[in-house]
């Protein structure tokens, strides 16, 4: 089988998020199998490239710079604008290949609709791939999105691609019946695949990467420092461990966030707290760690403790599976679905800090616990979890959306050639630009000054020649002249060979 994997993110140029993660596993999982796989994802550096990663042939794409001319899109709707700079690239670089050499398949996250351009047309059986779609960030007011107009669009496009995918796959029950619910799916049209980890990287042997005194526990939390972790539970859950338990450390392994109150440092208002409660000295914050030695601190915990105030199916769960390292999580999202409660690790209930400070009282008080914990979480994740065994079952998928895209081909809702649909969107952008463009340029003297000032700072020449065609047309209709010289007309056709609005604004 011949299958496309399109992600805007893969490793390592654009990092090793819970997306570029699991795209960079399923695509080595299934070329293990067999499967002769290509990946489509956006460049770091700006530059096309097409490199062999591992027998996998690996396409870089640029952002389409050419829609960076639609300023007041920017201006307005800069997550719509940005991401449609990338999926066009995206597409176009699919559309290139599988032209060449036709693929049976491709797969695409659901985040910002990345398959919308192949949901219309239907070029090429399509999956998509659940993992947390930008409308549920909207309904329940995660990562401070707001409720605009701008965020709202990608909600829609993600909505549209996922009603005219051949296949919808989730990694969890409650994921799944979450979007199903969301835009009207009948829960056989679900597909629940769990989630997949590289058990041959997370293992409970090799090299440690805590080293402290023998006698401290160490507990960590993988995840970037933000409220949806959980964060703030665990450490107000920290006075009422130490206590108790004082031979304990705390890692905290991930990015600061500016998501805090006044979009402000959330590690700074979290050591804010731990000094008040004096527990400071049990607690490091170590930053980013390279995704290379993530294995090593994984299986040199004690713990792991993830208390999401609402996650899917977090990747570090399943790397703490895989490292045989027992789990404290919660019931908000997918997490009760891979961790056994009372078997490979504790669930409790979300924010509730009292639930999170006895379960971790509970595991570092029982040594024989903890090790049972952790030998059936790495029994779990091999036997369930390991890349090929996923992959095996993505192949499952594959063949019956085959055979579905066979039967609904025609249900295409734009039925064009490959490059109109493109070629319709940079129209109805150009004039959605051209539309804000004139309604602010006619109603506000504060944009018009705005709007000149830029263009004589930034584009002179142009500033130049339209004040001299101005000028021209003033001078032609007072003398009342029959024609303008040649050369302000050469002038006028090269100003309208820019976009309305050329001005930075």
Request: hydrophobic share 40%; charged share 25%.
């Amino acid at each position: 089988m011949r299958i496309c994997l399109i992600s805007r993110e893969f490793p390592p140029d654009t990092g090793w998020g819970g997306i570029a993660t699991f795209v960079h596993d399923l695509a080595l999982g299934l070329a293990e199998i067999g499967a002769e796989v290509e990946v489509i994802a956006l460049s770091a550096d700006g530059k096309n490239s097409t490199v062999d990663y591992k027998g996998i042939k690996l396409h870089r794409v640029a952002p389409v710079v050419d829609l960076d001319k639609y300023q007041m899109l920017l201006s307005l709707m800069p997550y719509s604008h940005s991401l449609l700079k990338s999926l066009v690239a995206l597409h176009l670089k699919f559309v290139e290949l599988h032209s060449a050499k036709p693929f049976d398949i491709v797969e695409v996250p659901e985040m910002f609709g990345e398959g919308v351009f192949l949901a219309l047309t239907k070029l090429c059986p399509l999956v998509i791939r659940l993992y947390t779609p930008h409308f549920k960030f909207i309904d329940e007011k995660l990562h401070l999105i707001d409720e605009g107009f701008d965020h709202q669009l990608l909600s829609i496009i993600e909505k549209l691609t996922l009603l005219n995918a051949d296949a919808v796959v989730s990694p969890s029950q409650d994921l799944g019946d979450y979007v199903a619910n969301a835009i009207g799916f009948r829960s056989e049209e679900m597909h629940i695949m769990k989630g997949l980890v590289d058990t041959n990287r997370f293992t409970p042997e090799g090299p440690q990467g805590l080293k402290i005194d023998e006698d401290v526990l160490k507990v960590i939390l993988v995840g970037r420092l933000e409220e949806r972790k959980g964060v703030y539970q665990l450490i107000r859950a920290i006075p009422q461990v130490v206590k108790k338990f004082p031979k304990v450390k705390f890692f905290l392994i991930g990015k600061d966030t500016n998501t805090a109150h006044g979009g402000k440092s959330v590690q700074a208002e979290l050591e804010a707290e731990l000094k008040q409660s004096g527990c400071g000295q049990h607690v490091v914050f170590t930053g980013p760690v390279p995704h290379a030695s993530m294995p090593d601190y994984f299986r040199s915990a004690d713990i792991f403790v993830l208390p999401s105030l609402y996650d899917n199916a977090p990747l570090t769960c399943l790397e703490a599976l895989s490292s045989g390292t027992a789990i404290i999580g919660t019931s908000a999202g997918g997490m009760k679905e891979y961790v056994q409660n009372g078997k490979s690790g504790i669930i409790i209930p979300p924010n509730d800090v009292q639930a999170l400070a006895d379960a971790l009282l509970e595991l570092l008080c029982d040594k024989a616990k903890r090790e049972a914990y952790g030998r059936e979480a790495r029994k779990s994740a091999l036997e369930l979890y390991d890349r090929k065994i996923t992959a095996r079952a993505t192949l499952k998928l594959y063949e019956q959306a085959i055979a579905d895209f066979q039967k609904n081909k025609l249900k295409a809702l734009v039925r064009t050639d490959k490059d109109s649909i493109l070629q319709s969107s940079q129209h109805l952008m150009a004039k959605f630009d051209e539309m804000v463009y004139a309604f602010l340029y006619k109603r506000s003297l504060t944009f018009r000054l705005s709007y000149w000032f830029h263009m004589c700072k930034d584009r002179p020449k142009l500033f130049s020649a339209t004040v001299l065609v101005n000028a021209a047309d003033k001078l032609t209709s007072a003398l009342k002249l029959k024609d303008k010289p040649a050369v302000i007309k050469k002038l006028e056709a090269e100003i309208k060979r820019q976009p309305v609005g050329a001005g930075r604004i």
